[in-house]
């Protein structure tokens, strides 16, 4: 079956340090891949998505490249704020017709002045 | 436009009696999902409904559980019993189209004394 395996956290950075949190998927076929972000109180809210290999998700200064050859889907940002920290999923679902998500453990990101 | 809401946020109950969470989705999203985070670990699916009709009720765990969506619109998850097992955030979620952004509630917290 599917599964999606990411880093262990918490991940505490400096303000304006850079940041990687891994994300490895096993999924039959292609898979669209994911990244959730859980701010403190609220849903998870969709960041970013890729749909094929070689693809790149990109929001609010964060990306994430399909990569199938390595079946890798890392979440980089150059640059993280106070603001961003939060709870982070990596995620995939199958493609085409109505699908469920199968999500990773999630990775926490303090960031400090 | 509303988010997806949840009812209650937190809940706390001993083991063995009953509890209902309550899911409205964006209006007009015939997709719901239901998920679960146990105890900081993945986020796992339990059952998605197109209008009225289970869709995919394969992550539910047992027949404990009980999921309804009279009518096609707000969706009730039932407990009953519960076990300490139960404890953990149950999310839900709502897409327009079968293959469209999901869209996630903040969660009830569910705490099986």
């Known amino acids: 079956g599917n599964s999606v395996t990411q880093m262990e956290g918490p991940v505490t950075l400096s303000e304006e340090a850079f940041l990687t949190i891994n994300c490895t998927y096993t999924?039959?076929?292609?898979?669209?891949l994911f990244w959730y972000v859980q701010y403190p109180g609220e849903g998870l809210q969709l960041l970013l998505k890729?749909?094929?290999?070689?693809d790149k998700g990109s929001n609010k200064g964060f990306e994430a490249t399909y990569r199938k050859e390595t079946t890798s889907f890392h979440l980089e940002k150059g640059s993280v704020q106070v603001s961003d920290s939060a709870v982070y999923f990596c995620?995939?679902?199958?493609?085409?017709?109505?699908?469920?998500?199968?999500f990773g453990t999630g990775t926490r990101l303090q960031v400090t002045l | 436009e509303a988010g997806v809401t949840q009812f209650p946020s937190h809940s706390v109950i001993e083991k063995g009696q009953t509890v209902t969470l309550r899911c409205d989705p964006i209006?007009?999203?015939?997709?719901l999902y239901w998920y679960r985070r146990v105890m900081g670990k993945e986020i796992k699916f339990l059952l998605h409904?197109?209008?009225?009709?289970?869709?995919?009720e394969s992550g539910m765990p047992n027949n404990r559980f009980l999921a309804e969506r009279t009518g096609g619109t707000y969706s009730t998850l039932k407990v009953q019993p519960a076990e300490l097992e139960d404890s953990g955030v149950y999310f839900c979620?709502?897409?327009?189209?079968?293959?469209?952004?999901?869209?996630f509630g903040p969660g009830t917290r569910l705490t099986v004394l």
């Open positions: 979620a709502s897409s327009q189209s079968g293959a469209g952004e999901q869209f």
């Open positions: 999924a039959t076929g292609y898979p669209s």
């Open positions: 890729a749909t094929k290999a070689d």
């Open positions: 995620a995939l679902s199958d493609t085409g017709t109505a699908s469920k998500l199968t």
């Open positions: 209006s007009g999203h015939d997709n």
């Open positions: 409904f197109v209008k009225e009709s289970k869709q995919d």
